[in-house]
């Protein structure tokens, strides 16, 4: 206890953790996970405030050419009923998102080939032309390091891709053959060395996850020094191949969100939809263990229900306006406040 207790305290001081140090934290958490919830929040208040940090998602597709395990919209789910934003479609949403407080759009899809390269740079060129103060982020997947080299010149500023797990044989194990682990962190390393803001992530309690693969994802993430971190515990999804594994717990991914915090200082930290989908609070839950950053929907409400990565995904019924009055007072309830801002990472602020 005392040894665990001592290694928190050293992380929070900013010395490294190796990975059998991770896996005794995690494996005593329920000892420690009080004070270091205090210790990550301390560190966010430091560098950012009690301020949270509002994303709009547009979830324009749902089509998607993989095929993985977990995930909902996979290409093999003759289930999901398919959808696909029009370009003007997408716009109004940032309209609408804009006039609601939101400074960042994150556009996120399946891999869907139907949007173009060209599309994609048009899309981004148009709302970058609309709304000039505002940061896009992307988030549809692995593309060449000329596809992203294109969309950062079009004005794209930030890219989401979770690598889903550092451990190789556990990404075989979550993805049909023909996914390759090696390309994604490929992509991740250009998109950073493009000058992408960059967001990597994991699910927690994935099946076939081990205390040691979490261990490893956070030395990678004290490597990689990803701008930002998105994890959420999985959720099954009742027409996929993994229907039915249990769900990943809120306590295990709020401990891991403190822990991140405490690894990487200045990360931007999302507490996710799946987070307040295993627990009725637990997006508060993560803004009180460290995270910075909620995601709410913009998609239009008649395509929610669609965009379904796992079972009972919350906040499908409302409308943006609902959604962010929701969360205002949910997050005023943690002692955080959401504002109107693009949420950078402090990099970019020095820049
Ligand atoms: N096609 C894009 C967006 C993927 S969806 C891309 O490849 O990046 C965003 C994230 O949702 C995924 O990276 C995955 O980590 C998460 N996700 C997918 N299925 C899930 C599930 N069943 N439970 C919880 N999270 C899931």
């Given at each position: 206890m005392d040894k665990i207790r001592e290694q928190l305290h050293r992380l929070h001081e900013g010395k490294s953790l190796d990975a059998e140090e991770y896996l005794e934290l995690i494996l005593g958490r329920d000892a420690v996970r009080v004070e270091a919830a205090a210790?990550?929040?301390?560190?966010?208040?430091?560098?950012?405030?009690?301020?949270?940090?509002?994303?709009?998602l547009i979830e324009f597709t749902n089509?998607?050419?993989?095929?993985?395990?977990?995930?909902?919209?996979?290409a093999g789910n003759v289930n999901a009923d398919r959808y696909r934003l029009s370009l003007q479609e997408i716009l109004t949403c940032t309209d609408a998102g804009y006039e609601l407080g939101f400074r960042t759009f994150v556009l996120q899809g399946g891999e869907d080939p139907y949007y173009t390269d060209e599309m994609m740079t048009e899309l981004v060129r148009g709302i970058r032309e609309r709304h000039p103060d505002c940061a896009i982020t992307l988030s549809v997947g692995e593309r060449s390091r000329e596809t992203y080299r294109l969309w950062k010149e079009a004005g794209a500023d930030r890219y989401l891709l979770r690598h889903e797990t550092i451990n190789p044989?556990?990404?075989?194990?979550?993805?049909?053959?023909?996914?390759?682990?090696?390309?994604?962190?490929r992509c991740l390393r250009d998109l950073k060395e493009l000058g992408f803001q960059v967001g990597a992530g994991f699910m927690v309690g994935s099946p076939g996850q081990t205390e040691e693969d979490l261990a490893a994802e956070l030395c990678f993430l004290r490597e990689f020094r990803p701008h930002m971190v998105g994890i959420g515990p999985y959720v099954p999804h009742q027409d996929t191949p993994f229907a039915k594994e249990p769900?990943?717990?809120?306590?295990?991914?709020?401990?891991?969100?403190?822990?991140?915090?405490?690894?990487?200082?200045?990360v931007l930290l999302p507490a996710t939809t799946a987070l307040g989908t295993v627990d009725a609070l637990g997006r508060e839950k993560g803004i009180r263990a460290g995270a910075n950053v909620v995601m709410p929907n913009l998609s239009p409400v008649d395509v929610r229900e669609k965009y379904l990565l796992y079972d009972h995904k919350i906040c499908t019924g409302e409308e943006a306006a609902q959604c962010i009055a929701c969360l205002k007072e949910r997050i005023r309830t943690t002692g955080c406040e959401i504002v109107v801002d693009r949420g950078d990472h402090k990099d970019k602020e020095r820049q």
């Open positions: 210790l990550a929040c301390e560190v966010r208040d430091r560098i950012y405030g009690r301020r949270v940090f509002i994303r709009g089509y998607c050419r993989n095929n993985c395990y977990y995930c909902g919209i996979r044989e556990h990404y075989a194990s979550l993805h049909p053959e023909g996914m390759s682990h090696e390309n994604r962190l769900a990943g717990t809120a306590e295990l991914t709020t401990f891991l969100l403190s822990l991140i915090r405490l690894t990487l200082p200045e």
